[in-house]
């Protein structure tokens, strides 16, 4: 067993629109033993809830003793270089800060992805470019999560680590604030993408998670935690179904800050067929050797 610090890691499972009804999946959940729910706030959410359905969603998860975490929309681009889309994703985002912190004292954090989805990314002056024009953008973000209490994540999005200087300036500074949310099989498979063949080794994927722990170990919060497929390229399976070595993975973890772990399964194996909550309920026993 691995202790993690000397604070018991709070586990949790993401919930999102189509979870509905959502008294019905967060009782689920509570009787699964986790702690919280990270809510995704994808469209038509936050607008979608009036204040009834929220008194109720905050009632509920009082009853329970669950708290909540929000995800950001994954269709705005805040870093977009075109300043039009950025600024129109600002303007969701204040929208969205402002919904989660309506939450508190529950809620624990807000996680974003950042990465702005164009194809020129790779190349380094561009990278460069989108660095100079996005450090304003940064400092305006910090200040709408200090202005409403929260607590921002930001997110490894499936970029290689080489490519991902804007995000990895930005979690360790200072000034900011931020704290990371460590997706494994997006480092995984960021890498397994544009280096295809793994090692005589075959654990080539335990180097990759190596250069984050080591470069952002001291500002990883969340954990979203799910087993890959390495021959198949999948991510997001259920735990056991893939090919990582998770008493590896926590061991690795055991150097960081991480206080939250999101079991992000989407598919119970590599056929892609549904989760059951039998399934998920492994799930929260495997972590919970580790985490408590």
């Known amino acids: 067993m691995y202790c993690i610090g000397i604070m018991r890691v709070l ?53 329970c003793g669950l708290r909540i975490a929000f995800h950001s929309p994954l269709d705005i681009e805040v870093m977009h270089p075109r300043e039009e889309i950025a600024d129109a994703s600002m303007k969701i985002l204040r929208r969205c800060m402002e919904f989660s912190a309506e939450f508190m004292p529950l809620t624990l954090y807000y996680n974003l992805h950042v990465h702005p989805r164009v194809s020129t990314y790779k190349l380094r002056e561009v990278r460069a470019e989108l660095r100079r024009r996005c450090a304003s953008r ?45 997706d494994i099989g997006h480092a995984i498979m ?25 470069a952002c170990g001291t500002k990883i919060l ?16 259920s735990i056991g179904r893939g090919e990582l070595d998770f008493s590896r993975i926590f061991q690795l973890l055991e150097s960081t800050t991480l206080k939250y772990v999101v079991i992000e399964v989407f598919w119970r194996d590599k056929m892609r ?9 492994r799930n929260i026993a495997f972590c919970k050797r580790y985490i408590e």
């Open 11 to 63: 586990l949790g499972a993401p919930v999102w629109y189509g979870n509905r009804p959502f008294r019905q999946t967060v009782e689920q959940l509570q009787a699964l033993g986790l702690d919280y729910i990270e809510f995704s706030l994808d469209y038509p959410l936050p607008e979608g809830m009036n204040e009834a359905d929220k008194d109720e969603l905050k009632g509920l998860l009082a009853d």
């Open 138 to 182: 940064w400092r305006v973000i910090a200040s709408m999560a200090s202005e409403y209490g929260i607590q921002v994540c930001v997110e490894n999005d499936l970029v290689p680590f080489e490519w991902s200087e804007l995000l990895r300036e930005a979690i360790l500074s200072k000034e900011l604030g931020f704290s990371l949310t460590f």
């Open 190 to 214: 960021a890498e397994l993408t544009h280096t295809p063949v793994l090692g005589d080794e075959g654990d080539d994927y335990i180097r990759y998670l190596q250069r984050w722990v080591t």
């Open 222 to 237: 969340v954990v979203h935690l799910h087993d890959c497929s390495l021959s198949d390229k999948q991510d997001h399976l």
């Open 273 to 281: 067929r549904e989760l059951s909550y039998e399934e998920l309920r």
